[in-house]
Every structure is written in C-alpha cells, then in structure tokens.
C-alpha cells in the first residue's frame, strides 16, 4: 500500500489543526507555511474535509478553520478516505478479477491485510496522536521555527 501525497497531506493537516484548535480558528496560509504544504492544494483537501463534516469555516477576521467535532472522534481512516483515497493493497480494488478475470491466488492475503491497515487506522483518533509526546515536540518546533520566521500571522485580541 502507498498512500499518496493527498492523504498524507490530509492527515498532517488535520493533525496541524488539532494541535491549534484550541487557540481558536488555524488559517489555511499557517498551516501551508508551518507544513510546507502548498495552500491550493489544502484548498481542494479541506473543500473535501468540509464536506465530510470534519472540519467547519469561520468567518471573519480571525477566522479559519477549525475541527467541526472533537479530535477524540475523527480517525484517521475518516480523514483519509474523506479526500477520496483508501487503504486498499489489492490490485484489483477488491473486484476479484485480479488475475484473467478471476481471482488471483493472493487475493484473500490482500483483502485481509487491507482491511486491518483500515482497522488499524480506524482505531486512531487525531488526539491520540497529537497527544503523543514526540508530536508536541515537533509542533512546537515547528511553532517556534514559524514565529522567528514571522509566518504566524498575528491573531487579533478577541
């Protein structure tokens, strides 16, 4: 199994989010520059993320995003078939008709691996794993590399 850029980028950012959340709506641009990932490209990730009620807009100056439902209830399976990937190793998507329009000899191998890849994501919540301590460490990093670059723009007293 390869997860693309798409559902890697998709979790990251979510996962950018969970760890900001708190400190009220995270922009699209804070994100793009502490993750290093392109903002048009989140555009289209968080246009499909909205869409599956996981994360909502807010208007306004200050505004942003922010997680629609508690990060103890999104999983990272729900984020990454969100942006339309999945978790699948079989060849033939799970079809059957891997090898001349038949099964192949493998195939019960790979279903069952994909669906405890899937399983095992599924079993994740975003605060499970922004929770972990080697994770605070690396946002905070990332924090710290961001506000001495001037990338996090100044939020607005409320």
Known sequence: MKLS????????????????????????AEISRTQGISLSYLEQLFAKLRRHNLVEG????GGGYRLARLPQQITI?????AVDENVDVMRC??????????????????????????????GITLDQFVDRP????????????????NFVFPRPAA
Request: glycine share 8%; hydrophobic share 35%; proline share 3%.
């Open 93 to 122: 998507k799970g079809k059957g008709d891997c090898q001349d329009g038949e099964r192949c000899l493998t195939h019960e191998l790979w279903e069952e691996l994909s669906q405890r890849l899937y399983d095992f994501l599924n």
């Open 5 to 28: 850029t798409k559902g890697r980028y998709a979790v990251t950012a979510m996962m950018d989010l969970a760890i900001h959340d708190r400190e009220g709506p995270v922009t699209l």
């Open 58 to 61: 807010v208007r306004g100056p």
């Open 134 to 149: 080697e994770i605070k460490e690396i946002a905070s990093r990332q924090d710290e590399e961001a506000r001495r670059m």
């Open 77 to 81: 399976a729900e984020i990454i078939t």
